[in-house]
């Protein structure tokens, strides 16, 4: 099996599957000057001895995207006296490793910086394509920069301590990109179950799905780093799923938003670009397999339609949505009228 995945941003670098991710920590700290950024609540999940490192810890969870915290942070780096050749190494979830990017990113216009994820989204997902960043007081990753790491280092056995709601949260973006672009994702999936992907002997299974989910971010963000036309794509099942997420007051993990804006998306491309009724299907049976939500509140669509409306990534006010024509084929569509959406929302909430 290939032990890396090159990916392309302003610089090329490579996602690495290593056996031991502490080994790999000890090399790199031996080479060069660095500072460990995680929280304490990781650090005890993992089994990192914090002894002997220069270590900043953040808040747990999406408390750690903060300008509080940034600030600390810089001030940390400065009396630690850290230099244009130095180094920070993010070990975390993807709100440590968007933060800890983020802080390289603004450290003396840019210092490197290597990811060790360990979520499932953190490693399919967040710690891959350069975006780094922090929350403003109005909205997520409001204040952020495209900073790609040097590496990201890739250690499976990471994901034992993560909860089961963690792990389905993260096989949502695992389905995601199956649909837009690997159907073999779809068809594993299909083949197998949570605890059999959790099982130590589920490890080839599981490998195959973190690679193949890599290789199609890899692919698309190494052709669009700066998100002008097929980066979007990333996004299918997000333009709702990113209102879930809101108007759940975050209550709702992510994947679990996207999870319901997967399923909602399917229905969309079945009723208004062609897909098959069978593939919509496909979707929601998937989902559902791996206990993801694939129905929010019914009574929602008008909080929904104005957090959508909202979206940063609209242009003009028009609400862009991320459609599949087949698997495998998905188009940006800006044609859907309010109308259209509410009776759609109607058909697959109740
Ligand atoms: N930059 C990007 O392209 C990108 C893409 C997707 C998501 N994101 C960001 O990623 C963040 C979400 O990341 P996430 O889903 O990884 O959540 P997270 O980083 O908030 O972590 C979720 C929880 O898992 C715990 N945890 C982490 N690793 C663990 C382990 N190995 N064992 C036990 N517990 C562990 C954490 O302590 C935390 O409580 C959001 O802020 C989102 O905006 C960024
Ligand atoms: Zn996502």
Known sequence: MKKTIAVDGEHAYQVTFADSWLEKLNEIRAKRKSVLITSSKVADAIGLSIEGFDLFLVPDGEAAKDVVTLQAAWEFLESHGIERQDL??????????????????TWLRGIDWIAIPTTLAGMVDASVGGKTGINGRSGKNLIGSFHSPKEVIIDLALLSTLTDRDFRAGLAEVIKCGFIADPEI????????????RNPQGIAKLSDLVRRSIAVKAKIVSEDFRESGSRAFLNYGHTLGHA????????????????????????LGFKHLGLERESYLR????L???????????????????VMRLDKKNKDGIIRFVLLREIGNPVLFAELKEGNLRVAYQEVMS
């Open 88 to 105: 920070i190494v993010a070990i975390g979830g993807g709100s440590i490793t968007d933060f800890a990017g983020f802080a390289a990113a």
């Open 186 to 197: 779809l068809k594993n999936l299909e083949d197998s179950t949570l605890e059999e992907l």
């Open 244 to 267: 879930i997420e809101h108007l759940s007051g975050y209550q709702l993990r992510h994947g679990e938003a996207v999870s319901i804006g997967l399923n909602f998306a399917a229905h």
């Open 283 to 286: 979707h929601r049976e998937l």
């Open 288 to 306: 559902e397999r791996y206990d993801l939500p694939v129905r929010f509140d019914s009574g929602a669509f008008d909080s929904l339609f104005s």
